[in-house]
């Protein structure tokens, strides 16, 4: 794989307690993407960067924020989770010039009860 | 904005026949074209793209794809499927000139291959 990795793999956590997912990749690749998976809705895009402290807004973006400090590094965090964002949450990097889409890391599957 | 249908949630097929799964899109100029493949509890897998060239590409594992620009469609197809391609299938897009390279994709195929 192109060095992509998600951590934590699983996690249960209580309604209204922040989170944070993390993204780390080892090839410098600038382009770095956050999805939820839901069941019906297939992929959306939460958040994505373009570069170190260079971040936008997806298409779900409401209660979600990230932060890139570095280039390997993406973090997502749920402000003050809620049963809503049960999920499996996908990190991604676009490879090359775009041209060759994405490779994915393995997923977290995100639990709030 | 970019966007794909997936219209079939999931495709039955009994194994050794072939296999389709069908994708239109809607972009804005050309569009930059994927197919992955997502197995029980793991990750996406890039299966084969179009970028510009021959519409009919080859991707991993016997898969193929058709680009129809009239058509705007990208349907998947395998001349004969195994019981290992039971799977969910996305279709994605982007558009060929674009500056975030970002990739809208379908809402998934579940393909049932029946022994």
């Known amino acids: 794989d192109a060095g992509i990795t998600q951590s934590p793999r699983h996690k249960v956590t209580e309604t209204g307690t922040p989170v944070t997912l993390r993204c780390h990749q080892t090839?410098?690749?600038?382009?770095m993407y956050w999805y939820r998976q839901d069941p019906g809705h297939g992929l959306r895009l939460i958040h994505y960067?373009?570069?170190?402290?260079?971040?936008d807004k997806g298409e779900v973006s409401d209660g979600y924020s990230v932060s890139r400090s570095k280039t390997e590094d993406f973090l997502l965090t749920l402000e003050s989770a809620t049963s809503s964002q049960t999920s499996v949450y996908f990190c991604?990097?676009?490879?090359?010039?775009?041209?060759?889409?994405?490779?994915f890391g393995s997923g977290t599957r995100l639990t709030v009860v | 904005a970019q966007s794909v249908a997936q219209p079939e949630d999931q495709v039955n097929v009994a194994e050794g026949n072939p296999l389709t799964v069908k994708c239109t899109y809607s972009?804005?100029?050309?569009?930059?074209l994927f197919w992955y493949v997502q197995y029980p509890n793991r990750g996406l897998q890039f299966l084969l793209k179009?970028?510009?060239?021959?519409?009919l590409v080859k991707g991993s594992y016997g898969f193929e794809a058709e680009f129809n620009k009239s058509q705007t469609s990208f349907h998947l197809k395998k001349p004969s499927a195994l019981v290992s391609d039971s799977a969910l299938y996305f279709c994605?897009?982007?558009?060929?000139?674009?500056?975030?390279?970002?990739?809208?994709f379908g809402k998934g195929n579940q393909v049932v291959v029946i022994p």
């Open positions: 991604a990097i676009s490879v090359g010039a775009g041209a060759y889409g994405y490779t």
């Open positions: 090839e410098n690749h600038r382009y």
């Open positions: 960067s373009y570069g170190v402290k260079d971040t």
């Open positions: 972009v804005s100029g050309n569009p930059y």
């Open positions: 179009y970028i510009t060239g021959d519409n």
């Open positions: 994605a897009v982007r558009p060929a000139l674009y500056g975030n390279n970002r990739l809208a």
